[in-house]
């Protein structure tokens, strides 16, 4: 079985996939991304529980 290279049909997207996907409110869905993010980062950079992480939260 053979297959071909097809060509993919892509777009340069806005930097907000919300608004991308046309969802109403995408600024604020991406600040709230955003926030989960460094969130995230900080946890596992400081190797926090979730107990532990609430706590400070």
Known sequence: M???NAP???EIGS???????G???AEEH???AQV???LHRL???RKLTQTA???LL
């Open 2 to 4: 053979t297959t071909q």
């Open 8 to 10: 993919i049909a892509a």
């Open 15 to 21: 930097g907000n996939i919300f608004a991308d996907l």
């Open 23 to 25: 969802l109403p409110d």
């Open 30 to 32: 991406l600040l709230k």
């Open 36 to 38: 989960v993010v460094v």
């Open 43 to 45: 946890i596992k950079a």
């Open 53 to 55: 992480a609430a706590k």
